[in-house]
């Protein structure tokens, strides 16, 4: 269905930012990351605010599409160190 895939393609975006901020600062930085440049990305693809794109991580992080969590406090989104981007077949959906 359309939800599934839209979900797919925010999944690849946010793997997509991961990737290239892991090869800019280094694979210890990468599981700490600013929301700034996934809400930059959300915004390009979607058009969707800030609000929309935490709304739109915490259900990735929920599912199980994305392993991690949402650090308000810090505006950041830290993944895990293993396998930050689980398998489809892993997921809740």
């Known amino acids: 269905?359309?939800?599934k895939l839209k979900f797919m393609v925010f999944r690849n975006l946010c793997r997509g930012v991961h990737r290239e901020v892991r090869e800019r600062l280094g694979e210890n930085a990468a599981h700490k990351l600013d929301l700034a440049p996934f809400e930059h990305i959300f915004r390009w693809q979607d058009g969707c605010d800030a609000d929309v794109t935490d709304c739109v991580l915490s259900n990735l992080?929920?599912?199980?599409?994305?392993?991690?969590?949402?650090?308000?406090?810090?505006?950041k989104l830290v993944f895990a160190k293993d396998t930050p981007f689980p398998p489809p077949s892993k997921w809740l959906m």
């Not at 992080?61 to 505006?75: D, M, P, V």
């Open 1 to 3: 269905d359309m939800g």
């Open 61 to 75: 992080i929920y599912q199980g599409s994305l392993k991690g969590y949402l650090s308000h406090e810090h505006k």
